[in-house]
Each structure stands twice: as C-alpha cells, then as structure tokens.
C-alpha cells in the first residue's frame, strides 16, 4: 500500500528482519549501533544508530530496491535514516532506519510510507492494476512547469 498519510515505510515481520539484517551486514563498520534493547522509534523501528553530532553529514550507504512486478523504487541517501528530533546519546544524534516491522504495529500489511516516496513520480493504472515509477528532482520539475528553469 502506498500512503500518504503513514511517513516511514513497513514490511511484514520475515520480510523487515531479513532487511534489517542485510542493512546491519552492509553498515557495520561504518555506523555506530545504538545499543538500547529497549528503543523503537514510533514502535516498529528498532534499528537506529549513534552519530556523531559534530559530524556534517551521514557516510555513504547502501540502497534498498523494492521490488514490484514489473517495477523498482529505489531507496538511498537521507530516505535510509531519519534523525530523531532531540534524541541525543551523549555527543551524539540518534538516526533509525526508515523501514520498521509492521507486526510491531499490529498490522499485516506492506505499507511504503512519503518518507520513501519523496522525489519519485508515481503513476497508478487502477485499471490494468499496474503502478509507475520513476525518479525525479521535484523541486527543479515546480521550476520547469513555471519556466523558471
């Protein structure tokens, strides 16, 4: 489901820890894990990590591609993390992984959340039941439409 209205993106339980334990695979090293067994931003998001606040911007990570018949959005950069706002770790920002584990919510549902969707143009064919999508610079495509570009 994609919605609007729900800002981070959650997959079922199986889906969401194999996720969780690619991501964890591919950044350790180079994030810091926040080690609190007892946190979850917003209740499902359990994986975050300590980051420097001196530090002026994240280090590069991998992307996440999901995976539709037919279509790819890919996920990279800042839609990966999410800076909780005024969590600190002693000298440090507390970022989570923008995906969490919709069991933990207590719903049984795939939901792609704006926070994901942002800089994608999406198109939806309710009749042949297909979806578009596609990268885009959204804030350069307001200034062509107005010929400011």
């Known amino acids: 489901?994609?919605?609007?209205?729900?800002?981070?993106?959650?997959?079922?339980?199986?889906?969401?820890?194999?996720?969780?334990?690619?991501?964890?695979?591919?950044?350790?090293?180079?994030?810091?894990?926040?080690?609190?067994?007892?946190?979850?931003?917003?209740?499902?998001?359990?994986?975050?990590?300590?980051?420097?606040?001196?530090?002026?911007?994240?280090?590069?990570?991998?992307?996440?591609?999901?995976?539709?018949?037919?279509?790819?959005?890919?996920?990279?950069?800042?839609?990966l993390l999410y800076r909780v706002p005024d969590l600190v770790r002693g000298n440090d920002s507390v970022y989570c992984f923008t995906f969490g584990n919709s069991d933990l919510l207590g719903v049984e549902a795939f939901i792609i959340g704006h926070h994901q969707q942002q800089n994608m143009w999406m198109e939806f064919d309710l009749v042949k039941q297909r979806v578009g999508l596609a990268h885009a610079q959204c804030d350069l495509v307001g200034q062509k439409l107005l010929g400011l570009g």
């Open 1 to 79: 489901m994609f919605d609007l209205g729900t800002q981070f993106t959650f997959l079922l339980g199986p889906v969401y820890n194999a996720l969780r334990d690619e991501f964890l695979n591919q950044t350790n090293g180079t994030l810091r894990v926040l080690d609190d067994p007892n946190f979850a931003f917003q209740i499902a998001m359990d994986l975050c990590y300590r980051v420097p606040m001196n530090r002026s911007e994240l280090p590069e990570l991998p992307s996440v591609s999901l995976v539709f018949e037919g279509a790819e959005m890919r996920v990279s950069g800042d839609q």
